[in-house]
Structure formats: structure tokens, C-alpha cells
């Protein structure tokens, strides 16, 4: 997979973007990325990022090609037969990265099946916490990114739309680069401050942006969901019991009910806080404040004292975690 990914990754062209149905369709940049498709403006800014499993085409075999990301219609990038060596790339990393090859998903498919009719043959019994942890270390990370952005498509139906303004796809997009997370999602209800999913995703709650005024608060809420669940997958098959495991194991993938209820498990119950060496550490590697967030789990200070105490980077950091610019942009993320 990552073969086939370098293979294509500096494939940039020119396009036609469109981000609602009402709106006019636009000049554009497409280029391809870790698993996602890049569209930035002429002066090279990044406009918006679909995730490859998630890109659909409207009109299969007819030119100019169509795409739109899953479950949004309206926005759509129109490509030329002027760049049949994008169409062609797009339409095989899409598949490639959404599901295994057919030859590589046969080989572990039948590791896999061998390994288990082996267990099962000779007697042994797995209880469920073995099973998972079996899971966990042979599902690929392509895998892990299929189901996070499942869950993030589904986040839909308890949360509303993902909040999207055009003017602030630049600032997620430095925010997740300066945190080191493949994507982050604002969403307007169910949830206060953020929770991970696998593949490397975090959804931040709308009040975590709109609520204070540093953006250490809102990076502070995606580092704690990470370091509270670094393995987001395990709570997912923990959920599922045995057979979520076992149908992983065999096809790779998960029921979209399990996924829905885990879900709504999260909003209710968001994992518990590491301890807090782990977040004093976790902070100082990613170099967020943490004072501003433990103020902002108790305004007091009196629960988050050690925190606070034991804090790295007191003083203003070398490098921000927003610019001023790009953090009054996010704030608006959830406007019209």
C-alpha cells in the first residue's frame, strides 16, 4: 500500500471545485496526499481535504470526471481529461486505500483464517480480552483509517453536520499538523471537548473552540482524548465483544450498528483523563500549555493544581499553537 501511495503522491492538477451546490465552481489545485486528496487555491492554501476512502465518483467513465467526498453531494472537484493521470491515480488509491488489494487482503485473509481454524482445532480458548488484543496487533493501519472515518460519517446522524466554514479549512489544517493528527473534526453538538477515534482522528466539540480564548484550551482537549484512549480501536472491539474481534480478523471491517452505538457510548461517556504524569508528558511532547487547559477543566484550579504546577512551558511558547489569524478563523468554524 505505501508502494502504491508514493507512486502517486507528488500527482497534482488543475480543477474545477465547487464546495456548495449553490456556489460558483472555482480554479483549483488537486494533489494527492497521506491518504487524502489535497485541494488547495492558486496560491497554494489549502481549501479542503477529503479522505480517500470516503472520495465517490459521480460519473463513472464519462469526462470530465466528477468526484465528491461520501455523504456530501453538493461539494464536487471536476478534472479534466486533460489529467487522465490523476482520474486514473484518484480512482486507484481511493480503492486501494478504502479497502486491501485483492491479493494482499487473499494472503492475510488466509493467515488469518489459518490461524484461527489452528486455535479453534486444537482446543484453546481465547477469552474476549485476548481475542482484542490479538486483533489489535494484526489489523493494518489502512484498516484503522477505514474505521475512524466511518465513525466520523456517522457522527452525523447524532451531531448534525461537521462544522465546515470555507474560512477556517486552513486553520484545522495547521492545527493538525502542528499536533501530529491525521484529521480533526469540529462538530457542533453531543460533545463538550473532544474524544479519539482510530486512525488517528480526533472530534473536537464546538465549545472547545468557541468557549475560551487561547487555542491551548481546544489543543489541550485533542492531546487529553488521545493520551485518555491511544489506541481508540481497542474501545471499539471492547464494545463488540467477541464477534466484532472475529469479523475484523476475517473481513477487515466492523458493523456500522456497532459504530453507532460506540459512538453514542463516547458522547455520553467520554473516556476517563490519563493520570497526570502521562498528560504532564504527553503535553510536553507535543510542546501544548497545559495550564490554560487544566484551568479550563476547573476554573479554580483546586482539582488541576499538580497539573498546573508541574506544567511545561509556562511562558509563551516558540511556536504557537495557532496564529492569532488562524485561531479567530477556527472559532468561527461553526458559523454559516
Excluded at 465517490?56 to 469526462?63: A, F, K, V
Excluded at 471536476?78 to 491515480?89: K, M, N, Q, S
Aim: net charge negative.
Amino acid at each position: 500500500m505505501s508502494t502504491a501511495l508514493d507512486k502517486f503522491q507528488r500527482l497534482e492538477a488543475m480543477a474545477l471545485w465547487r464546495d456548495t451546490p449553490e456556489a460558483q465552481r472555482r480554479d483549483v489545485i488537486v494533489s494527492l496526499g497521506d491518504a487524502t486528496l489535497v485541494i488547495k487555491d492558486t496560491n497554494d492554501r489549502a481549501l479542503a481535504h477529503w479522505s480517500l476512502p470516503a472520495v465517490r465518483r459521480q460519473n463513472p467513465g464519462t469526462l470530465p470526471a466528477v468526484f465528491f467526498p461520501d455523504g456530501d453531494e453538493g461539494e464536487t472537484i471536476e478534472i479534466g481529461e486533460d489529467h487522465l493521470e490523476v482520474i486514473e491515480a484518484i480512482e486507484q488509491l481511493r480503492k486501494a486505500v478504502a479497502r486491501p488489494t485483492k491479493n494482499s487482503g487473499r494472503l492475510r485473509k488466509g493467515v488469518i483464517a489459518a490461524t484461527t481454524l489452528g486455535i479453534l482445532g486444537l482446543g484453546v480458548f481465547w477469552l474476549p480480552g485476548a481475542l482484542v488484543n490479538h486483533a489489535l496487533r494484526v489489523v493494518p493501519n489502512v484498516a484503522r483509517q477505514t474505521i475512524g472515518q466511518d465513525m466520523m460519517q456517522l457522527t452525523t446522524r447524532l451531531t448534525g453536520q461537521h462544522c465546515r466554514s470555507t474560512d477556517a479549512i486552513a486553520a484545522v489544517d495547521a492545527l493538525q499538523k502542528r499536533l501530529k493528527v491525521r484529521v480533526i473534526t469540529v462538530i457542533p453538538s453531543a460533545l463538550r471537548e473532544a474524544v479519539a477515534l482510530p486512525g488517528n482522528i480526533v472530534l473536537l466539540g464546538r465549545d472547545a473552540v468557541e468557549d475560551y480564548e487561547e487555542p491551548d484550551v481546544a489543543a489541550g482537549f485533542v492531546v487529553a482524548a488521545q493520551t485518555a484512549s491511544p489506541d481508540p480501536l481497542r474501545g471499539v472491539l471492547e464494545s463488540g465483544g467477541i464477534s466484532a474481534s472475529l469479523r475484523l480478523l476475517t473481513s477487515g471491517t466492523l458493523p456500522e450498528a456497532l459504530l453507532v452505538r460506540h459512538l453514542e457510548d463516547l458522547f455520553a461517556t467520554p473516556p476517563r483523563a490519563s493520570a497526570d504524569e502521562t498528560l504532564i508528558a504527553a503535553f510536553e511532547e507535543r510542546r501544548v500549555r497545559l495550564k490554560p487547559y487544566a484551568l479550563a477543566m476547573d476554573p479554580s484550579g483546586e482539582s488541576t493544581l499538580p497539573l498546573i504546577e508541574a506544567a511545561p512551558f509556562t511562558e509563551e511558547l516558540p511556536e504557537p499553537v495557532l496564529s492569532d489569524r488562524y485561531w479567530v478563523a477556527l472559532q468561527g468554524i461553526c458559523g454559516s
